[in-house]
Each structure stands twice: as structure tokens, then as C-alpha cells.
């Protein structure tokens, strides 16, 4: 699954004369995915003009989407930015668990911006074995990807060490979201679309991809059903005990023997996860931990407060299984949106579907809020996938506007260079394992280091901790995009 773009050419995509809302899908005058080599995955689309020779055509250079880039990059900076200063800043770290901050936007946009990518991949599929060998191999690979950066084998900045117990290994992560999402929407889209149906209406839309949709439903009501419907018994967990020196764990009671409750310890997600991964390869600090009920501090981390929750020490995996078929859909509907792109010739019928879209998803999303299903990143509710989605295509929108229609690109070639490595921009910053790795040559302690040093820099020119270590984490995001700059400029494009 390719994160980010590979194919070196930065042109954007053509202009293109006005059309038909939908297109025949095998019409010259349509815009067709280059396949030229099986082994490409890249967002790139070449404009075929009507009765177009076949050698003519040939020497169309393949144009990639620019906007797609900068979106992935606008995601890989956001990422870093709620990482590193949600401590300073906790309103933009993640939400405790019910409501949405600006964090809980970037696991939607990335997952959207996978959809759109696999709408322009399998566009023509030649041969849906090889194209089906391929996508299970990349999903594997970015699945072990995930395990190596997230497992708990790297332990981060501020920490020399590394390496696993294997007996507490976690087991899924954000990459291996990413995967799960990218497996599903990639097998709908080579396996239940009906190449047979020429798109030339809006009706032969529907006819085209209602067993994808259908599928995509089926996924959404799996979910619901052992959300609200899956019986949740009383469960134990080991919890180790701060106050003795030895190792000493005492195992924690948490009372539930309920159905559909979206609490934190009582809920479906978690006791499936607990269920099938077990509790020691799940998340250890969960964002629970930040509410008022576990923290003094509420919304940041801190003491537990008197008479406290036995449950606010219990493990939580904010990428479990189940919410993990809800996270799909985000994939599926940025796949509606790259059929809308391949399909739509016109620069004003795409902005304009994109956008009726994306507004109906905010409106279904705040319907559902109010009727009562919570904004939730960490259970991927109903609501939250609807919001945060219809957020996602207004932000890509915007950018295929001001990218890719105004040609207005020098305010986001940085973000574009990023989104070209976005994969390896996120190993190495949003990770931790470039700053863990400078960190090592430190001056005598290991708190001496440049990376340290840096920010302490900036604490005492700002005369502030929070607002040093923003001016760090910007300056963070910004040697990452000239990094994936250089890297652009001697056409290393890192994909898996």
C-alpha cells in the first residue's frame, strides 16, 4: 500500500474541456489510470483526448495529482504537531474519549486520502489474481511495518533503549489500521465493482458500484450490531503495584454485565480486544486516562484522583479490531470520491459533487450526535466516522482548488514534497526514531543532546515552555519537508 506518491512528475492534473456529469468509462474522452507497469501504484491520471491515436498518446506524460500530495502532507505535519505539543497544549491532543479535537482529525485524513488513492489505482484492473497477490502483499507488509515502528521494539525520544518482550508486543497501531482499511477497500474495488456497466449516467453509477456500497454497508452493520448489541461480562486485568519495589501486580476488578454501553471500560471494543489480542498487547496508556475522572489534571495526563476508577489503569487499543471496520468506511467513501475524480472530466463537477459530499456527511454526522451516538476517535462511533470524513473531503477540496485548479502551488510545495515521502517521513518524525537516533551522541549525560539542547533554546528565547516547544515542533515540521524535498530532487520516492 503506497502512503505516499512514488512517480517523479510534478505536474498537475490537465485542464480539461467540459463534459458530461458521468463519463463512459471506456470512452477516449474519459481520463484513464496509467498501467502501464503492474508494478507502479501512483497517483498519476493521463488525459486521453477524443480519437486520439494510440502513438499519440504515448507521448502524454503521465500527471500526477498535486492536491493528493499536499493533503498527505498537510497530514503527515499535522500528525507531528499533535504529537509533540499535545502535552504543552492539551486541546490539541487527543480527546479523553467522548468529542474531537484537531487530533482526532489525522487518522480520518490519512484514511481518506488511502481511499482516493486506491479509486485511481484500480481504476482498469488487467488482472484481478495478480492485482489481489499484490495488494496482500503490500497489506502484510505495512501491517509488520506497523509492529516494527509500534509494537513497542523502538521506546522513542528521551529513551536509549530498545527492544520487545514479545509476551506484550502490541499488536495493532496505526499502520496496521491503515493496512486493515487498505485490504478491504482494495478487494471491493478489484473484486465487486461490475466492469461490465459503461458509466454514462448517474443511474449506471449506481449500477457500476452498489455491490461495493452494499459491502461497505455490510461492514457498518456488523459493526453497530456488536457495539450496541454484544454482551459485556465482568472482566479482571493486572495492574502493577507502584508501591511496593518488587514486581509485585495486583489483578483489578471492573464490574460491566451490560449491552451497547460506549463507556470506557464496559464497551464492545475493548472487551473484544481483550478477547482476541489479549490485555498485556493492547495500548497501555489509553486516552482515558486524561479524563476527569482519572486525572487531576483532566484534559492532560496526571495523579489519579481520590476514590478513582479501578478502570483508569486498564489497557485500551485506541486501533482495535472492531473500530477498525468502522475506520474502512473512511476508506471507502475517499474510494467514492476517486471515482468521482476518474469518472468527472470537468474541474467544477468534481469540486461540486466533493463538496455536496462532504457536507452531507457533516450533516448526517451532527444528525446522529444529536440523536444521541457520541463523538468518538477512540470507538470510531457512527457520528465521529461521518464528521470527521465529511471534514476530510472539504479539506481535500479546498486543496484541489487551490492546488490543481488555481495553480497557486508555491505556499504548499513543502507540504507537497512531504506528501511524495510521506511514509518515510512518518517512520522516521512521527515515530521518533530520527530524534531517538540523535539523541545517542550526547556530551558526557544523555540529556545532553542536540535535540534537547534545541529546545531548551527556544524555551528561553520565547521565555515559555509551551510556546518554546511549538516553535520546536514547527521547526521540526519544517526540516522534514526540506528533507522530503531533497529527497524529491534526487527522485528517492520511499514506497512499500
Known amino acids: 500500500m503506497s502512503i505516499e506518491s512514488q512517480n517523479q512528475t510534478e505536474a498537475s492534473i490537465a485542464e480539461e474541456q467540459g463534459a458530461p456529469l458521468l463519463l463512459h468509462h471506456h470512452d477516449h474522452s474519459s481520463i484513464l489510470i496509467s498501467h502501464q507497469n503492474e508494478q507502479q501504484e501512483e497517483d498519476t491520471i493521463v488525459p486521453l483526448p477524443d480519437k486520439q491515436k494510440a502513438d499519440d498518446a504515448k507521448a502524454i506524460p503521465n500527471q500526477r495529482i498535486a492536491s493528493l500530495d499536499v493533503f498527505r502532507g498537510l497530514t503527515v505535519a499535522l500528525m507531528i504537531l499533535v504529537d509533540d505539543v499535545g502535552g504543552a497544549f492539551p486541546s490539541l491532543n487527543h480527546s479523553p474519549w467522548f468529542g474531537v479535537t484537531l487530533a482526532d482529525f489525522v487518522m480520518p485524513f490519512f484514511l481518506f486520502g488511502v481511499g482516493v488513492s486506491i479509486g485511481l489505482v484500480f481504476m482498469k484492473v488487467s488482472s484481478k489474481p495478480n492485482a489481489t497477490k499484490k495488494v496482500i502483499i503490500r497489506t502484510i507488509k505495512l501491517f509488520i511495518l506497523g509492529l516494527l515502528l509500534q509494537g513497542g521494539y523502538f521506546h522513542g525520544r528521551g529513551d536509549l533503549t530498545y527492544g520487545v518482550d514479545l509476551s506484550k508486543i502490541r ?4 499502520l496496521q489500521r491503515i493496512s486493515i482499511g487498505y485490504f478491504l477497500a482494495s478487494l471491493s474495488e478489484i473484486w465487486l465493482v461490475n466492469n461490465n456497466v459503461s458509466v454514462d449516467s448517474p443511474v449506471a453509477f449506481v449500477r457500476k458500484y ?8 455490510l461492514l457498518c452493520l456488523v459493526y453497530l450490531c456488536l457495539l450496541y448489541g454484544l454482551y459485556v461480562p465482568n ?3 493486572e495492574q502493577s503495584n507502584l508501591v511496593w519495589s518488587s514486581h509485585v501486580s495486583i489483578i483489578q476488578d471492573v464490574h460491566c454485565e451490560v449491552r451497547g454501553s460506549l463507556d470506557p471500560p464496559c464497551n464492545a471494543v475493548g472487551f473484544i480486544d481483550r478477547l482476541i489480542l489479549g490485555e498485556h498487547h493492547m495500548y497501555q496508556r489509553p486516552v482515558y486516562q486524561r479524563t476527569k475522572e482519572c486525572s487531576v489534571n483532566s484534559p492532560d495526563y496526571g495523579p489519579l484522583p481520590q476514590n478513582s476508577p479501578g478502570w483508569c489503569l486498564a489497557p485500551f487499543d485506541p486501533e482495535g479490531i472492531l473500530s477498525s471496520l468502522m475506520a474502512a468506511i473512511t476508506c471507502f467513501i475517499g474510494l467514492h470520491f476517486g471515482h468521482i475524480l476518474m469518472l468527472l472530466q470537468d474541474h467544477k463537477q468534481r469540486v461540486f459533487l466533493w463538496s455536496t459530499c462532504s457536507f452531507c456527511l457533516l450533516v448526517i454526522g451532527y444528525i446522529l450526535e444529536i440523536l444521541g ?8 462511533t457512527l457520528s465521529y466516522m461521518f464528521i470527521t470524513t465529511g471534514a476530510s473531503g472539504l479539506v481535500l477540496t479546498a486543496i484541489y482548488y487551490i492546488v490543481d485548479i488555481e495553480k497557486f502551488r508555491k505556499p504548499t510545495v513543502l507540504l507537497q514534497w512531504m506528501g511524495m515521502n510521506a511514509l518515510i517521513v512518518y517512520a522516521l518524525a512521527a515515530c521518533e526514531i530520527f530524534p531517538a537516533v540523535i539523541q545517542g551522541f550526547y556530551w558526557r549525560s544523555p540529556e545532553n543532546n542536540l535535540v534537547n539542547a534545541t529546545e ?25 519537508c526540506l528533507f522530503a524535498g531533497f529527497l524529491h530532487k534526487k527522485g528517492i520516492y520511499i514506497k512499500l
Not at 499488536?171 to 496505526?174: C, E, N, S
Not at 457520541?374 to 470507538?379: C, E
Open 171 to 174: 499488536w495493532l497501531g496505526v
Open 210 to 217: 452498489c455491490i461495493q456500497w452494499m459491502f461497505s454497508l
Open 235 to 237: 472482566w479482571t486485568f
Open 373 to 380: 451516538i457520541p463523538l468518538s476517535k477512540a470507538l470510531y
Open 456 to 480: 531548551a533554546l527556544l524555551h528561553t528565547i520565547f521565555h515559555s515552555e509551551k510556546w518554546g516547544t511549538m516553535a520546536f515542533v514547527i521547526v521540526e515540521i519544517l526540516f522534514w
